[in-house]
């Protein structure tokens, strides 16, 4: 595998803060929505979200996903993206703890504050989502999508 692919892969999932995460209800029809997020690993992809938001009601019924990390702002012609698929769900009880270390570590690092149970827990309004990579990708030099192991 191209160490350069993989260093470059690594660097775009630690320079931004935001992915694109791709869902589908049961009917097949897309959405996709912006969601702040927190890896570890480079494999599983960490965010909160409200339950009741499209793409939390499509996981339910629905747990493949698919995920792009890409800087919004270089010039055109100039972009690099990672591109993800993944399985994903609502994080349990038993991953609740190691999740939201991983989640609120980012996010204090980025000026944001701590997330504990008490703020993805019913009654609270969000929950906490994970996404595991089944398959990650970054384009070459010749525009062609490769697979990678970040």
Not at 11 to 34: C, F, H, K, Q, S
Not at 73 to 90: D, L, R, S
Not at 101 to 116: A, D, V, Y
Request: hydrophobic letters at 45%; aromatic letters at 10%; glycine letters at 8%.
């Amino acid at each position: 595998m191209n160490e350069q692919l993989v260093a470059h892969g690594r660097a775009i999932v630690d320079a931004n803060l935001y992915m694109v995460l791709g869902t589908a209800d049961a009917e097949g029809r897309p959405w996709a929505t912006p969601v702040y997020f927190a890896h570890s690993g480079y494999r599983e992809f960490i965010w909160v979200s409200q339950p009741d938001a499209v793409h939390s009601r499509n996981l339910e019924g629905r747990s493949e996903a698919s995920m792009v990390i890409f800087d919004s702002t270089v010039p055109i012609g100039t972009g690099q993206a990672v591109y993800v698929w993944a399985t994903a769900h609502e994080v349990g009880a038993a991953d609740r703890a190691q999740a939201l270390e991983i989640f609120t570590r980012r996010s204090l690092s980025h000026g944001g504050g701590e997330w504990t149970a008490a703020d993805v827990v019913a009654p609270a309004r969000h929950r906490l989502y994970r996404a595991i990579a089944v398959d990650r990708y970054v384009l070459d030099e010749h525009d062609d999508r490769l697979a990678v192991e970040l």
